[in-house]
């Protein structure tokens, strides 16, 4: 099978992913945290050296102020729902995915006022339209670093500096960049940042985190045990406690831990590099399909390895159906689960078929990708 579904989820993962959930589950078994015997406080080192990894990978001062979650989408949960409350003023982009569109618009349900701001024919936003949308009462901005539709790609240190001159607290959406394209908290002025486990970072599915950048005080969506202050009915103010209730993903987060550390012996920019190069190479080609249109930024600008397309007169799905059962190419379809960015590109009626590659997909499956799709293209003629 040649898999381009790599922006839901990165297959196949290191050999080391597997080999450090395995080692956990069977040598590793206890609750961290929980206990003073050996096998807890070796689960309780697993997690913390996974804490440092992803410190170090987007420069978060603090280990302790990062906070595993069940993916990016509880990630994001936490920290909307967190931070946000009635009266608040928040802007947003038209690229966001449905884990921001939909707790916004609970939140708008509750008195908080949400403006999407348009952009660029991308969707892709400029510090002086964050200016002319700011008001009084607008707490934060809320975007994506790349849309999962389109690959558009923000330019995320200039947003986050000028968000950060009005006074505007910046929650980011890392889902298509984390692990592939850089990021730095500290020096951009990003104070939440979430993430999934699954995707860029090689990590099993079921992890993700919340990076929280100090000053920043969040409502827990959770409450319970934590290992800590047993004594008090109150949920404990120290991170991470507050905010991770209940018994983790030990196995889930040592395998986190060993997709990051592949992806240092790589070299991310070689990885950024290598999944440029391959969405180019899909683009030309798919470009010289009569009756393709391609959704997004042109080859020449810098965009994430996410790709839609549209074939004139076929359904997505059809597409997606042949491409799986004739050829064993397995792509997405449909809205992707962000109908806000399907709206801003003409899609939504019809929905994409979405290429994306990844780390381990060759040059050589890209072109057998392209010679499948022109079979079918030609064939529905």
């Known amino acids: 099978m040649i898999y381009l579904d790599n922006a839901a989820t990165s297959w196949p993962k290191p050999d080391s992913v597997w080999e450090a959930v395995m080692h956990v589950g069977k040598n590793i078994g206890a609750n961290p945290g929980r206990a003073g015997h050996q096998m807890a406080i070796d689960a309780g080192r697993a997690i913390y050296n996974t804490r440092v990894a992803i410190a170090r990978l987007f420069q978060l001062p603090d280990p302790l102020r990062v906070v595993f979650t069940l993916n990016a989408t509880d ?12 009266g608040d003023h928040v802007l947003t982009t038209r690229l966001e995915h449905n884990a921001v569109v939909r707790p916004l618009w609970i939140l ?9 701001l348009d952009g660029d024919e991308y969707g892709r936003i400029g510090p002086e339209e964050l200016k002319k949308n700011r008001k009084t009462n607008t707490k934060a901005l809320i975007l994506n670093h790349a849309s999962n539709v389109t690959g558009a ?20 959406d890392a889902a298509q960049t ?8 500290a020096s951009w002025g990003i104070d939440l940042l979430a993430f999934p486990g699954h995707k860029g970072l090689l990590g099993p599915q079921g992890t993700g985190g919340l990076c929280i950048m100090p000053g920043i005080e969040l409502e827990p969506l959770r409450y319970g045990g934590t290992g800590s202050q047993s004594e008090s009915e109150a949920q404990p103010l120290c991170l991470p406690d507050r905010y991770e209730s209940g018994t983790p993903n030990t196995p889930g987060i040592a395998g986190l831990a060993a997709g990051i550390e592949y992806i240092h012996q790589i070299g991310r920019e070689k990885i950024e ?18 009756g393709v249109r391609l959704i997004g930024p042109p080859v020449e600008e810098t965009r994430a390895a996410v790709l839609s397309f549209t074939v ?16 064993n190419i397995a792509v997405r379809t449909g809205l992707h689960c962000a109908p806000v960015a399907h709206r801003k590109s003409g899609t939504f009626t019809t929905g994409t078929v979405r290429l994306s590659p990844g780390i381990f997909t060759t040059e050589a499956e890209i072109k057998e990708v392209l010679a499948s799709i022109t079979q079918v293209v030609n064939e529905a003629k």
């Open 178 to 185: 984390a692990g592939v394209f850089p990021i730095s908290m």
């Open 108 to 116: 708008q349900g509750r008195g908080v006022e949400v403006t999407y």
């Open 312 to 327: 004139d007169g076929m359904e997505s799905t059809e597409m997606g159906f042949l491409l799986d059962k004739a050829f």
């Open 75 to 86: 990630a994001l949960n936490l920290a909307i729902f967190g931070l946000i409350k009635p």
């Open 273 to 290: 590099d290598h999944e440029t190069r391959l969405i180019k190479l899909l683009m030309q080609g798919l470009s010289e399909l009569e």
């Open 153 to 172: 790609l923000q330019d995320l240190e200039a947003i986050a500096k000028a968000a950060k001159a009005l006074g505007l607290l910046v929650i980011v």
